[in-house]
């Protein structure tokens, strides 16, 4: 009862035949029909484009170009500064090093 049973393998009771060849048939040509073109059904919904959702797309997209506009430029701004106040920086220190030198 607690044992498990495997199945054993069955042995094969008669000969196997080879499969039958397949003899290559010939084609012959005949009109060709027309293929039919039908237009697929579409299952996204059509987009009404009304002047009030152009007006909308219109403004948001200047949006983002104004405020994609003002981050870059903030950036450069941002560079122009730091390398202006380097090279402030780089005077100082090279006047400071040259009146060492000097006493």
Not at 50 to 70: I, N, R, S
Request: proline fraction near 14%; charged fraction near 5%.
């Amino acid at each position: 009862m607690f044992r498990p049973k495997h199945p054993t393998m069955p042995q094969p009771t008669s000969t196997v035949t080879p499969p039958a060849l397949v003899e290559p048939t010939t084609i012959t040509p005949g009109t060709p029909t027309p293929p039919v073109h039908t237009a697929p059904a579409s299952s996204r919904p059509v987009v009404q484009l009304t002047p009030g959702t152009a007006l909308a797309l219109v403004g948001g997209g200047t949006a983002v170009v104004l405020v994609v506009g003002a981050v870059l430029v903030s950036m450069l701004l941002a560079v122009a500064i730091t390398a202006a106040s380097m090279a402030i920086c780089a005077l100082v220190i090279r006047s400071l090093v040259n009146a060492q030198h000097r006493r």
